[in-house]
């Protein structure tokens, strides 16, 4: 079965410091793995996506098929990413998305 | 566009008791996926459909039950409430049934059981 996992459900980092929010997943076939992330007040939204390797609002995420990790990070953490996280995961043309149990980011001034 | 809505935003029932769930998607999108949150929890996948035909399923019991209308709208009906339903029903929708698409979420509905 195919399952995520955010060890941290809380972090908290000052402005402009470095942010890496963690991820891993347990299934062995090639997944695809999501950031969803949720403002305060604001609806779930999808945050990036392994498969377009881009970067948004200066976040990344690598797929390390090796360690099964998609940890995602911010080189230099804003006011405004202060958020709940999420990581989420489907299997090869899954019919199930898969969320972990979510990190609250606070990022302080 | 409104969004993806779901309605009623806010319900209390009893045990026993069954509950319909409303989602209305994105216009144009003909998927409709649904998840129950639990408080501190991530979104747990219960269903998805597209094209008015059920393409998924999560591990929740047959008294969870669901349904897609032609006009790609979506109820999420729950029988013999436990205290354990007790959760926030978030409904998604995508403009295909390829769940790797971005799922715009609604607000949810919040169920509470007494």
């Known amino acids: 079965a195919q399952r995520v996992t955010q060890p941290e459900k809380l972090l908290s980092v000052f402005k402009g410091a470095p942010v890496e929010l963690k991820c891993n997943y347990s299934y062995s076939g090639s997944p695809e793995l999501f950031w969803y992330v949720q403002y305060s007040r604001q609806r779930l939204q999808l945050l990036l996506r392994h498969i377009s390797r881009e970067s948004i609002k200066g976040f990344t995420a690598d797929l390390n098929k090796g360690e099964t990790s998609f940890h995602l990070k911010k080189p230099f953490a804003q006011e405004e990413d202060s958020a709940m996280y999420y990581c989420?995961?489907?299997?090869?043309?899954?019919?199930?998305?898969?969320f972990g149990e979510g990190t609250q980011l606070t990022v302080n001034p | 566009d409104a969004g993806v809505t779901q309605s009623p935003t806010h319900l209390i029932k009893t045990r026993g008791q069954h509950v319909t769930l409303r989602c209305s998607p994105i216009?144009?999108?003909?998927?409709v996926s649904w998840y129950q949150q639990v408080l501190g929890q991530g979104p747990q996948f219960i269903f998805q459909?597209?094209?008015?035909?059920?393409?998924g399923r999560g591990n929740f019991p047959d008294r969870f039950s669901a349904r897609q209308f032609p006009n790609y709208s979506s109820e999420l009906n729950v029988n013999a409430l436990l205290l354990g339903d007790s959760a926030l029903y978030l409904c998604?929708?995508?403009?295909?049934?390829?769940?790797?698409?971005?799922?715009?979420f609604g607000d949810g509905t919040r169920l509470s059981i007494l």
């Open positions: 459909y597209y094209e008015k035909e059920e393409r």
């Open positions: 989420a995961l489907i299997k090869t043309s899954g019919s199930r998305l898969t």
């Open positions: 216009s144009g999108h003909k998927s």
């Open positions: 998604a929708s995508s403009l295909t049934g390829n769940l790797g698409q971005p799922q715009h």
